[in-house]
């Protein structure tokens, strides 16, 4: 049997840091990535959260959104905010039906107790329903700086259990890792998940430009290392909160430092600051790259 490609643009050969990048968006962003659309390359999956008090429908529309403009969507499922498997098997039909989804993102959530049946991303995986209905790849998450519950052989043990599931069901697995200030962290965790012998493809989670107070508010939010030491790294004074920051300094690192070591890598963009300032930004350092 032929693995499942991860996305259609996965295998080309990437002529810069950015090539088949991803970005993520929520249900309210479809008008502003339908404006960005003519600066984003065809193919380029969009990932579509999974908010909480956020109607099904409005994700559903999103997918089709996504398609319609020509790019590959992978909606999110988050299974602790999954209140029954029939509202798991509906959605999943809908995306699958009416979006022609073929990749999609599970995640456990940020409750710390399950809303319904599905108590971790392992849960909804043993339904068999992601395969049946057509799933080429799961993406799952990666914490290059630690998980604020689990310990680091914890994370590994799971993320190698989870790969190797997805794999007996014929998908290919996918890691999408949190966004971060620090490309140290994210290299040498590059290096860790390699040699614990995990080859599946990652993508690095890069905040997209946005305010600096903003970008502090989502890394508080989501346990991400923003000291003042990793804050200067990236290239911000955390004493000097006013303005915005791009991943300049961030992506540039990647570019120069990312090497076979780290294995099959692209980067996957966190747009805090909107969806048309994140592509406009990689447009732009496209071409400052010569790209």
Same mark, same amino acid.
């Given at each position: =049997?032929?693995?499942?490609?991860?996305?259609?643009?996965? !295998?080309?050969?990437?002529?810069?840091?950015?090539?088949?990048?991803?970005?993520?968006?929520?249900?309210?962003?479809?008008?502003?990535?339908?404006?960005?659309?003519?600066?984003?390359?065809?193919?380029?999956?969009?990932?579509?959260?999974?908010?909480?008090?956020?109607?099904?429908?409005?994700?559903?529309?999103?997918?089709?959104?996504?398609?319609?403009?020509?790019?590959?969507? =992978?909606?999110?499922?988050?299974?602790?905010?999954?209140?029954?498997?029939?509202?798991?098997?509906?959605?999943?039909?809908?995306?699958?039906?009416?979006?022609?989804?073929?990749?999609?993102?599970?995640?456990?959530?940020?409750?710390?107790?399950?809303?319904?049946? *599905?108590?971790?991303?392992?849960?909804?995986?043993?339904?068999?329903?992601?395969?049946?209905?057509?799933?080429?790849?799961?993406? /799952?998450?990666?914490?290059?700086?630690?998980?604020?519950?689990?310990?680091?052989?914890?994370?590994?043990? /799971?993320?190698? $259990?989870?790969?190797?599931?997805?794999?007996?069901?014929?998908?290919?697995?996918?890691?999408?890792?949190?966004? $971060?200030?620090?490309?140290?962290?994210?290299?040498?965790?590059?290096?860790?998940?390699?040699?614990?012998?995990?080859?599946?493809?990652?993508?690095?989670?890069?905040?997209?430009?946005?305010?600096?107070?903003?970008?502090?508010?989502?890394?508080?939010?989501?346990?991400?290392?923003?000291?003042?030491?990793? =804050?200067?790294?990236?290239?911000?004074?955390?004493?000097?909160?006013?303005?915005?920051?791009?991943?300049?300094?961030?992506?540039?690192? *990647?570019? $120069?430092?990312?090497?076979?070591?780290?294995?099959?890598?692209?980067?996957? *963009?966190?747009?805090?600051?909107?969806?048309?300032?994140?592509?406009?930004?990689?447009? !732009?350092?496209?071409?400052?790259?010569?790209?």
């Amino acid at each position: =049997m032929t693995a499942p490609i991860i996305h259609p643009n996965w !295998d080309l050969e990437p002529a810069g840091v950015t090539d088949g990048y991803s970005l993520e968006i929520t249900a309210k962003d479809v008008a502003a990535l339908r404006e960005a659309a003519p600066l984003i390359p065809p193919d380029t999956p969009i990932a579509i959260t999974f908010l909480p008090g956020e109607e099904a429908q409005a994700r559903i529309a999103a997918a089709v959104a996504v398609r319609e403009l020509g790019f590959e969507p =992978m909606p999110h499922f988050s299974a602790r905010r999954i209140l029954s498997h029939e509202e798991f098997g509906s959605y999943l039909e809908a995306v699958v039906g009416d979006a022609g989804v073929r990749r999609c993102f599970v995640v456990a959530g940020d409750p710390a107790e399950p809303q319904g049946p *599905f108590f971790d991303t392992s849960a909804m995986l043993a339904t068999g329903a992601f395969e049946r209905l057509g799933i080429k790849a799961i993406g /799952v998450g990666g914490h290059p700086e630690g998980h604020p519950v689990m310990t680091d052989q914890e994370c590994w043990d /799971v993320l190698d $259990s989870k790969i190797a599931d997805i794999q007996r069901r014929n998908m290919a697995p996918l890691v999408v890792t949190q966004f $971060s200030f620090d490309p140290d962290a994210v290299l040498a965790w590059l290096v860790q998940l390699r040699a614990h012998g995990i080859d599946a493809p990652v993508r690095i989670g890069v905040p997209g430009p946005a305010g600096i107070k903003t970008l502090l508010r989502f890394a508080a939010h989501c346990g991400v290392g923003a000291s003042a030491a990793v =804050m200067t790294k990236y290239g911000v004074s955390i004493t000097k909160l006013l303005g915005t920051a791009g991943p300049d300094k961030l992506v540039e690192a *990647f570019a $120069s430092r990312l090497g076979e070591e780290h294995g099959r890598v692209r980067l996957h *963009f966190y747009p805090f600051g909107g969806v048309g300032k994140t592509v406009e930004w990689i447009a !732009d350092f496209n071409r400052r790259q010569g790209l």
